[in-house]
């Protein structure tokens, strides 16, 4: 098993421009969710989906967009890039809500928006 | 919404000796804490959970306590070691019907061979 899998590694924008992060994960799991971690921030909440075609908003939502059409992807898009979005990206899946189950984290996404 | 406190953002320690990180959450119904340990450019990694009906939890040299009460809980490292050295987060659930998690600004531990 690959695990919780992301692209691009990293990845510079410009104000402005779209985009979207890529997550999978091949372990047959129902939860998934983006975080952001900024320095001195801890990690905080963006989207997450308790399963295919369900999606809710977590702490930071505004200026991304998610949609869940398969269990095993979960897309991340930035509509119009800020420099205050300029941060590293976290994907996590789990059995079931991270309540109840570990939750994995992918390898993570650096991006810099200028 | 749940807020999470954690203490302190940085700690030092020589090798050997113990580390203690505090964490305080501000909603009562959580009832669900894990740890999670991050090394330099790597993903968080759960290294240890606790749930509102235990009061502490051990795994070889780490523990969790867990004062619902004073609504604090608290990692514990024993005999720390230089591969021990890294950031640690916790985390508290968010009720009202969400799987959702809280987490703190994380501690950088530095041990010290």
């Known amino acids: 098993n690959a695990g919780v899998t992301q692209t691009p590694k990293f990845q510079v924008l410009k104000t402005g421009q779209s985009m979207t992060l890529q997550c999978a994960q091949d372990m047959n799991h129902e939860y998934m969710s983006w975080y952001r971690q900024d320095p001195g921030m801890g990690l905080r909440l963006i989207h997450y989906s308790v399963g295919a075609g369900i999606t809710d908003q977590g702490e930071v939502p505004n200026g991304y967009n998610v949609s869940r059409s398969t269990t095993e992807d979960f897309p991340l898009r930035l509509l119009s890039a800020a420099p205050s979005q300029t941060s590293v990206y976290f994907c996590?899946?789990?059995?079931?809500?991270?309540?109840?189950?570990?939750?994995?984290f992918g390898p993570g996404t650096r991006l810099t928006v200028l | 919404g749940e807020n999470v406190e954690q203490h302190p953002s940085t700690l030092s320690v020589q090798e050997g000796d113990s580390a203690v990180i505090k964490c305080t959450y501000s909603d009562s119904a959580s009832n669900y804490f894990p740890w999670y340990k991050q090394e330099l450019g790597k993903r968080p990694q759960l290294i240890i959970d606790i749930r509102s009906n235990v009061g502490e939890k051990k795994d070889q040299r780490i523990a969790v306590t867990l004062n619902k009460t004073a609504k604090h809980f608290s990692l514990h490292i024993t005999e720390t070691q230089p591969e021990d050295s890294a950031v640690y987060f916790c985390?508290?659930?968010?009720?009202?019907?969400?799987?959702?998690?809280?987490f703190g600004k994380g501690t950088k531990l530095t041990v010290n061979p």
């Open positions: 985390a508290a659930s968010i009720q009202g019907g969400s799987e959702k998690l809280v």
């Open positions: 996590a899946s789990s059995t079931a809500g991270p309540l109840y189950n570990e939750q994995f």
